[in-house]
């Protein structure tokens, strides 16, 4: 204070405001923390581009383009691909939700290709014993349907040459990276003896290195008969023989009749509007498009730009629009096949209602907004990829196992895993929880239904313009993930790189938590969302492989998200 005499008077002015300032630190708004701009990922490219999770099958794709195929033929010969590149995620014994953009004026169309219940499955078979790594908890899967469907609809090159990639990265083998090889160890710790004699280098006794050559004989099999008998293989022939014997052999559930009667469905995508942009996304059994449309007609309502991606106060939008959606999902979302979705959720006056109950000081616990229900007491498991061609024909695709390595069973002679998306019904009827169980009848299990789904596979365009393609992995994050990637370009003006490399948040009504990926928030920000009442805590979220279309040049920008390993190509 002695020092303070002697300094000029504006000097001491300041000091004192300054101190004012840092009073009133935890309610100014800052923008986002200041970080060296990022080295530059994003690849540059005018006639195709693949963006996905493993550089092979990102190779794979624009291989199928230069060689005249169009997005369609590249994605299935990346997802059969990824099946052999990125087994935690990649799989022709799971399902997905591909979303495709025709281009030239054609209505974009969903391929839903979700896992089903066998028929032997009953309502309650959870209740007690909801072991994800066992035989019980897989569904019957649409993987090899979906790509059959998706080229049935779509395709220009032949079957054949598409799933041969996948035939020869399995049968040749192909070199490990370090990503994969550390995935293989840390789950080959885990797995049971199959397992570990399918995925374990020497059986398991040796860890995988950087550099290894992995090669999967049986899965190659498997592959080839697909390749060379198309889906029937799988679904009626020595896949469904050998699919059907190893459920029996280890308690589980899916039957030949399961897999004969499994349709891939063609679906009209959901469509929202946002801020003069279109935004197609996939419906149920996927909660995707429904939620993330009722999610940016919630945001239309409050002027994000003013306030910035990263400020307490959008943060605050944005939990308390998420929590509202997500609760939705919960009353509401199912197989369409099976329940009645009300239409209103997606329409904007709803929407209006629902950003009026918002209040600008104070968070809505979780529990004031279903009354009506009585509350008692989710790594790299799905995977996401984005493709276009010089045609401007667009794929937004993501596929699962549900957990990382699904149920962590491989089909004996099959070589391939099963998933456990039997995970997605809702386990136990009637108990919806604060840990974020629900109840809720929309979703439980019935023979034949599709497990509501979070998949998010999403396309943006303008005046009959593709701008983006995304989408994310991420169990209930993903919805989300991609509601800020598409908010970051369209309210923020962000570059696609910097609208994927964006700090994150999450809320999914329950738990009433809202997580968020702390690193690049401001401290005083997050002490602000506490004192308005959220609960928060730290999370990394998703891994949006996305592109984006530059409106002047008509260039596409491809950029992997740094999150996990991932590859750009485009040419
Ligand atoms: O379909 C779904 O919503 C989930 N089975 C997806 C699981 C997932 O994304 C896991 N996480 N990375």
Same mark, same amino acid.
């Given at each position: 204070?002695?020092?303070?005499?002697d300094?000029?008077?504006?000097w001491?002015?300041?000091?004192l405001l300054?101190?004012i300032?840092?009073m009133?630190?935890p309610?100014?708004r800052?923008?986002?923390?200041?970080?060296?701009?990022?080295?530059?990922?994003?690849v540059?490219?005018?006639?195709?581009?693949?963006?996905?999770?493993?550089?092979?099958?990102?190779?794979?794709?624009?291989e199928?383009?230069?060689k005249?195929g169009?997005?369609?033929?590249?994605a299935?010969?990346m997802a059969?691909?990824?099946?052999?590149?990125?087994?935690?995620?990649?799989?022709?014994?799971?399902g997905?939700?591909?979303?495709?953009?025709?281009?030239n004026?054609r209505? !974009?169309?969903?391929?839903?290709y979700?896992?089903?219940?066998p028929?032997?499955?009953?309502?309650?078979? +959870?209740?007690?014993d909801?072991?994800?790594?066992?035989?019980r908890?897989s569904g019957?899967p649409?993987?090899?349907?979906?790509?059959e469907l998706?080229?049935?609809r779509?395709?220009k090159?032949?079957w054949?040459?598409?799933?041969?990639? =996948?035939?020869?990265?399995?049968?040749?083998? %192909?070199?490990?990276?370090e990503?994969?090889?550390?995935?293989?160890n840390?789950?080959?710790?885990?797995?049971?003896a199959?397992f570990?004699?399918y995925f374990?280098?020497?059986?398991?006794?040796e860890?995988?290195?950087a550099?290894?050559?992995?090669? #999967?004989k049986d899965?190659g099999?498997?592959? *080839?008969?697909?390749?060379?008998?198309?889906?029937?293989? %799988?679904?009626?022939? !020595?896949i469904a023989?050998?699919?059907?014997?190893?459920?029996? *052999?280890?308690g589980g559930?899916?039957?030949? $009749?399961?897999?004969?009667?499994?349709q891939?469905?063609?679906r009209?995508?959901?469509?929202?509007?946002?801020?003069?942009y279109?935004i197609y996304?996939?419906?149920?059994p996927?909660a995707?498009g429904?939620c993330?449309?009722?999610m940016?007609?919630?945001?239309?309502?409050?002027?994000?730009?003013?306030?910035?991606?990263n400020s307490?106060?959008?943060i605050?939008?944005?939990?308390?629009?998420?929590k509202?959606?997500?609760c939705? *999902?919960?009353r509401?979302l199912?197989d369409a096949d099976?329940?009645e979705i009300?239409a %209103?959720?997606?329409s904007?006056e709803?929407?209006?209602?629902?950003?009026a109950?918002?209040?600008?000081?104070q968070?809505?616990?979780?529990?004031?907004?279903?009354?009506?229900?009585?509350?008692?007491?989710e790594?790299?498991?799905?995977?996401? %990829?984005?493709?276009?061609?010089?045609n401007?024909m667009?794929v937004?695709n993501?596929y699962?196992?549900?957990h990382s390595?699904?149920?962590?069973?491989v089909v004996?002679g099959?070589g391939f895993?099963l $998933?456990?998306e039997?995970?997605?019904?809702?386990?136990?009827?009637?108990?919806?929880?604060?840990?974020?169980?629900?109840?809720?009848?929309?979703?439980?299990?019935? !023979?034949?239904k599709?497990?509501?789904?979070? @998949?998010?596979?999403?396309?943006?365009?303008?005046d009959?313009?593709?701008v983006l393609?995304?989408?994310?992995?991420?169990g209930?994050?993903?919805?989300n993930?991609?509601?800020?990637?598409v908010?970051?370009v369209?309210?923020?003006g962000?570059d696609? #790189?910097?609208?994927?490399?964006?700090?994150?948040?999450?809320?999914?009504?329950? !738990?009433?938590?809202?997580? +968020?990926?702390?690193?690049?928030?401001e401290? @005083?920000?997050?002490?602000?969302l *506490?004192?308005l009442?959220h609960?928060v805590? =730290?999370?990394?979220?998703?891994d949006?492989h996305s592109i984006?279309?530059d409106?002047?040049?008509?260039n596409?920008?491809?950029?992997?998200?740094?999150?996990?390993d991932?590859?750009?190509?485009?040419?």
């Amino acid at each position: 204070m002695v020092c303070l005499i002697d300094r000029p008077s504006s000097w001491r002015l300041g000091v004192l405001l300054g101190f004012i300032l840092l009073m009133m630190l935890p309610w100014v708004r800052l923008p986002a923390k200041s970080a060296a701009p990022a080295e530059s990922r994003t690849v540059v490219a005018a006639k195709g581009m693949a963006v996905s999770v493993s550089p092979t099958g990102t190779q794979v794709g624009v291989e199928i383009l230069r060689k005249g195929g169009n997005a369609v033929d590249a994605a299935i010969a990346m997802a059969f691909a990824m099946a052999v590149t990125y087994p935690a995620a990649g799989n022709i014994g799971g399902g997905g939700f591909m979303l495709i953009y025709p281009g030239n004026g054609r209505d !974009p169309v969903v391929i839903d290709y979700r896992e089903t219940a066998p028929q032997l499955a009953t309502r309650e078979m +959870f209740v007690k014993d909801d072991n994800p790594y066992s035989h019980r908890v897989s569904g019957t899967p649409g993987t090899v349907r979906g790509m059959e469907l998706a080229h049935k609809r779509f395709g220009k090159l032949p079957w054949k040459e598409l799933v041969m990639p =996948a035939v020869r990265l399995a049968e040749e083998g %192909f070199t490990l990276n370090e990503a994969l090889a550390k995935s293989l160890n840390a789950v080959v710790a885990e797995g049971n003896a199959e397992f570990k004699r399918y995925f374990g280098k020497n059986h398991g006794i040796e860890p995988w290195q950087a550099g290894d050559r992995w090669v #999967q004989k049986d899965l190659g099999k498997s592959l *080839r008969s697909i390749a060379e008998n198309g889906a029937e293989a %799988f679904y009626n022939g !020595p896949i469904a023989d050998l699919l059907e014997a190893e459920m029996k *052999r280890g308690g589980g559930l899916i039957r030949k $009749n399961d897999l004969a009667a499994y349709q891939a469905k063609e679906r009209k995508p959901i469509v929202g509007t946002y801020r003069g942009y279109t935004i197609y996304a996939p419906p149920p059994p996927s909660a995707g498009g429904i939620c993330l449309v009722e999610m940016l007609n919630i945001l239309e309502n409050f002027d994000l730009k003013q306030y910035g991606p990263n400020s307490a106060e959008t943060i605050h939008l944005f939990a308390e629009t998420m929590k509202r959606a997500y609760c939705d *999902r919960a009353r509401y979302l199912g197989d369409a096949d099976f329940v009645e979705i009300p239409a %209103f959720l997606t329409s904007k006056e709803y929407a209006k209602k629902q950003a009026a109950t918002i209040s600008r000081t104070q968070a809505t616990p979780s529990e004031k907004l279903a009354p009506e229900l009585k509350i008692a007491s989710e790594g790299e498991s799905t995977t996401h %990829f984005s493709v276009v061609d010089g045609n401007g024909m667009a794929v937004a695709n993501t596929y699962t196992l549900e957990h990382s390595y699904g149920s962590r069973v491989v089909v004996r002679g099959a070589g391939f895993l099963l $998933n456990n998306e039997m995970l997605d019904f809702n386990r136990k009827p009637g108990v919806t929880d604060r840990k974020g169980n629900i109840g809720t009848e929309a979703n439980t299990i019935a !023979p034949g239904k599709r497990m509501l789904s979070s @998949q998010t596979p999403t396309i943006v365009t303008k005046d009959g313009k593709l701008v983006l393609v995304t989408g994310s992995p991420g169990g209930r994050t993903i919805t989300n993930t991609v509601l800020r990637v598409v908010t970051n370009v369209i309210d923020h003006g962000m570059d696609i #790189q910097s609208a994927v490399d964006a700090p994150r948040i999450h809320h999914q009504w329950f !738990p009433d938590e809202l997580r +968020f990926e702390a690193a690049s928030l401001e401290k @005083q920000t997050t002490q602000h969302l *506490r004192a308005l009442g959220h609960k928060v805590f =730290a999370a990394r979220q998703g891994d949006a492989h996305s592109i984006w279309v530059d409106p002047k040049t008509g260039n596409y920008h491809g950029v992997a998200d740094q999150r996990i390993d991932g590859k750009a190509e485009g040419f």
